[in-house]
């Protein structure tokens, strides 16, 4: 089962482990790429990385030639929960953005008996939330019990000089070079998280490669002015990035 065949949802090329900054997750990233641990639970605040992590996972299996299905239910509305039949059939499950069906019966059954199925394989199963399992409001209790087993982890936020870390790495992997001061310049006149600073620095190197310029401060003035004039003009027409890496 390929999560490319059944929905149009793809991993990130760029969410991969080599472009992490582990920095105070080590404990958590050393977890995941070992892939010792049967059951993850991860959870922390919107973009702070969940949604790579997940993705990286599954790009790790992929490369390792097993089988791994990475389902956002920020596009629920994109499956339903017959998706998870069989399941347990796979190598590895990332399920993003859980506590968006939180309340939602058919959705928590059909979570709990996935649960259940694949703890009698050697599928290994990682969820992403928002919160922790204890503190989400579930319906159903066992489902609730169960999530609380697995092996919990938060994510935390990448500080400043971490998040200029991670964006000069990310920039040097797609073969751009991006100056500290540059760098800087983006971090304290863009949005701070990294998923929208990747976005952005994603949108610097299509216009630099297209106006065959370098990353100067000038030039990243010039380009962000012009993606906030069109998101200003046709907020619903300028990209916001792959729909598989919007949560986390």
Not at 62 to 85: R, V, W
Not at 117 to 128: D, E, G, H, P
Request: glycine content about 2%.
């Amino acid at each position: 089962m390929s999560t490319q065949l059944v929905l149009n949802i793809r991993w990130r090329d760029d969410a991969t482990f080599t472009n992490f900054i582990a920095s105070a997750n080590q404990n958590l990233f050393q977890c995941l790429t070992t892939a010792k641990e049967k059951t993850i639970y991860l959870w922390g605040q919107k973009s702070c990385g969940r949604s790579h992590l997940l993705q990286a996972c599954c790009h790790q299996a992929n490369e390792n030639g097993l089988t791994a299905m990475y389902l956002p239910f920020e596009h629920q509305k994109d499956f339903s929960p017959a998706i998870l039949e069989d399941s347990e059939n796979l190598d590895l499950l990332c399920l993003d953005d859980i506590d968006l069906v939180t309340g939602n019966k058919e959705w928590e059954t059909a979570l709990f008996h996935c649960y259940n199925r694949i703890q009698t394989t050697n599928t290994r199963l990682i969820f992403s939330a928002s919160a922790t399992p204890q503190s989400l409001p579930w319906q159903l209790p066992d489902l609730q019990s169960r999530l609380c087993a697995a092996v919990i982890f938060q994510v935390k936020e990448l500080t400043d000089n971490e998040k200029l870390n991670a964006l000069q790495l990310r920039a040097k992997l797609r073969g751009m070079i991006l100056k500290k001061p540059v760098a800087e310049f983006l971090l304290h006149h863009y949005q701070r998280d990294t998923e929208n600073l990747f976005i952005a620095l994603e949108k610097l190197d299509q216009a630099s490669l297209i106006a065959k310029r370098k990353l100067t401060i000038p030039f990243v003035k010039e380009v962000l002015r012009c993606h906030s004039e069109q998101r200003e003009e046709s907020p619903s027409k300028l990209p916001h990035g792959d729909p598989s890496f919007h949560s986390g």
